[in-house]
T-cell receptor, first 111, second 113 residues
Framework: EDQVTQSPEALRLQEGESSSLNCSYT??????LFWYRQDPGKGPEFLFT???AGEEKEKERLKATLTKKESFLHITAPKPEDSATYLC????????????FGTGTRLQVTL | NAGVTQTPKFQVLKTGQSMTLQCAQD?????MSWYRQDPGMGLRLIHY???????DQGEVPNGYNVSRSTTEDFPLRLLSAAPSQTSVYFC????????????FGEGSWLTVV
């Protein structure tokens, strides 16, 4: 059974204070690892897909990396508008686009 | 281009009532799915469809029915609502069945009293 564990559950940063979110996963054959951002009262918004160990992707202040057991979402010099819940999900090979989600990391960035 | 559209946004039901959550996508995506999101738990897959006329069960299918008569629409039916079905429901779609970006709707908040 696929498992996804995200840590920490919550993270409070000051503006400009860089940090990383962790996503540990167990899956029989990884087809893709997905990162989403979710704002209160909204649906998950797609950020990145990573397909193989060693892959990295960047978008503005966010950078996602992948190893065989975990993924990190690095946030460089965050701003208050980066405050959200960040969700990690894995897709097992041959499972018709079904995602197994972690419980998320709630990020708050203060001035 | 509206993406994935869900209705209603909010609904309150009494125990035992039935209702349908609507989901439509305008991206011509083959794959559609329904998830529920509960506090302290990740999104969990209820049902999914890989194309018109084809549906299958996800992780938590009990108490829900789906059908897929067109590519665009994928309604979720609650046959006899229970308080345990109080949750936020998200519809999602993607092109193809594996590895492609999965897009989510804005959610439907359902309370069963």
């Amino acid at each position: 059974e696929d498992q996804v564990t995200q840590s920490p559950e919550a993270l409070r940063l000051q503006e400009g204070e860089s940090s990383s979110l962790n996503c540990s996963y167990t899956v029989s054959g990884l087809r893709g690892l997905f990162w989403y951002r979710q704002d209160p009262g909204k649906g998950p918004e797609f950020l990145f897909t990573l397909y193989s160990a060693g892959e990295e992707k960047e978008k503005e202040r966010l950078k996602a990396t992948l190893t065989k057991k975990e993924s990190f979402l690095h946030i460089t010099a965050p701003k208050p508008e980066d405050s959200a819940t960040y969700l990690c999900a894995v897709q097992e090979a041959g499972t018709a686009s079904k995602l197994t989600f972690g419980t998320g990391t709630r990020l708050q960035v203060t001035l | 281009n509206a993406g994935v559209t869900q209705t209603p946004k909010f609904q309150v039901l009494k125990t035992g009532q039935s209702m349908t959550l609507q989901c439509a996508q305008d991206m011509n995506h083959e794959y559609m799915s329904w998830y529920r999101q509960d506090p302290g738990m990740g999104l969990r897959l209820i049902h999914y469809s890989v194309g018109a006329g084809i549906t299958d069960q996800g992780e938590v299918p009990n108490g829900y029915n789906v059908s897929r008569s067109t590519t665009e629409d994928f309604p979720l039916r609650l046959l006899s609502a229970a308080p345990s079905q109080t949750s936020v429901y998200f519809c999602a779609s993607s092109r193809g069945v594996s590895g492609n970006t999965i897009y989510f709707g804005e959610g439907s908040w359902l309370t069963v009293v």
